[in-house]
């Protein structure tokens, strides 16, 4: 970059004020990077819990299911008649300019979909144990998914800021050098022209 900028004063100003920009871009995306591992790293946090909280209730559920296969016989049938429970929506919210997603589930299927006649307790309490996983697994999927995309939005981030660091700022670095060091050099022959002339003027006018 050096060799194509003329070592000019405006030059040099302008050189230093897109190398100030980019130190403080450097910083912003070092402390943007900052705050999406704090993000990530808690949210890792949460899905470890959640999914503790899956296995045993995932455990919990198939003892109940296996209580009403034992009292009920297999409830493959029964199963079948309950409707397709379509109640996860999904909406976004930004962490740095990252978009990350918040699931909503509200379970649009009753209790009593498959009826009273044919079923009992144990079949109620397999339903509602499989209620739970449905929404700790519904929240593992929006953590998991917004770990992977601010994962995605460090790497960026780190990229970017190591293209500032180890390449754009040293050269503007570089060429603020060479633009100072050339004005420099053009600042001393100014000066050692202005000597030459101060003496020649001087010797004529001891001639004269």
Do not use: W
Not at 7 to 21: E, H, I, W
Not at 62 to 77: E, K, S, W
Not at 162 to 189: C, D, H, M, S, Y
């Amino acid at each position: 970059m050096a060799q194509t900028v003329f070592p000019t004063k405006g030059n040099l100003l302008a050189v230093k004020k897109s190398l100030a920009l980019a130190k403080t871009g450097f910083e912003l995306l070092d402390r943007k990077r900052n705050i999406l591992v704090r993000e990530t790293m808690a949210l890792i946090d949460i899905a470890n819990e959640i999914q503790s909280a899956i296995d045993s209730t995932y455990s919990s559920a198939y003892q109940a299911l296996q209580m009403a296969n034992i009292t009920l016989g297999i409830v493959d049938d029964i199963a079948m008649s309950v409707p397709l429970d379509d109640g996860v929506t999904v909406d976004y919210r930004s962490v740095m300019g990252v978009e990350i997603p918040i699931l909503c589930y509200e379970c649009t299927v009753n209790e009593n979909a498959y009826g009273y006649d044919r079923t009992n307790s144990m079949l109620d309490e397999a339903f509602k144990r499989f209620e739970d996983v449905k929404r700790l697994t519904v929240r593992l999927a929006e953590i998991e998914n917004s770990v992977y995309r601010l994962a995605d939005g460090i790497k960026k981030t780190q990229k970017r800021a190591n293209a500032l660091k180890n390449i754009i700022i040293p050269r503007f670095e570089e060429t603020v050098k060479f633009i100072t060091g050339a004005l420099e050099e053009k600042e001393r022959e100014e000066f050692s022209r202005l000597k030459v002339i101060k003496r020649a003027k001087e010797k004529q006018t001891a001639a004269n």
